[in-house]
Nanobody, 134 residues
Framework: QLQLVQSGGGLVQPGGSLRLSCAAA?????????IGWFRQAPGQEREGVAAISSSGGSTDYAESVMGRFLVTRDNAKNTVYLHMDNLKPEDTAIYYC??????????????????????????WGQGTQVTVSS
């Protein structure tokens, strides 16, 4: 069972930047997995943010973050990153990374306006809090 370990996050002022990391636990590899980023704000359902293919050659984003967020991966380091710029208070949420072999499925979930349940994606990280506030 793949284990994903997240780091990063915290408190930032509006307009600021943060970088989130999602790494495979020792003994696991992310090489063959597409990775998605999702977020869940208080009282809201989990929504897709971004996705990256296993090779890193394809990415996609929710409209709400397009042009502000960038998803990258370093397979040599077994890590995927979510770079977040120009953060807004409405970006405040718990952010989760998720992995699945089914790339098209994961991309659909990351772009969908419908909420994503835990059972929709094979593996999840533990989540990390991002708070955007002055």
């Amino acid at each position: 069972q793949l284990q994903l370990v997240q780091s990063g996050g915290g408190l930032v002022q509006p307009g600021g930047s943060l970088r989130l990391s999602c790494a495979a636990a020792p003994g696991f590899t992310l090489d063959y997995y597409a990775i998605g980023w999702f977020r869940q704000a208080p009282g809201q359902e989990r929504e897709g943010v971004a996705a990256i293919s296993s090779s890193g050659g394809s990415t996609d984003y929710a409209e709400s973050v397009m042009g502000r967020f960038l998803v990258t991966r370093d397979n040599a380091k077994n890590t995927v990153y979510l770079h977040m710029d120009n953060l807004k208070p409405e970006d405040t949420a718990i952010y989760y990374c998720a992995a699945d072999f089914q790339e098209a499925h994961l991309f659909r979930r990351a772009k969908s306006a419908s909420p994503t349940a835990e059972g929709d994606i094979a593996h999840w990280g533990q989540g990390t809090q991002v708070t955007v506030s002055s």
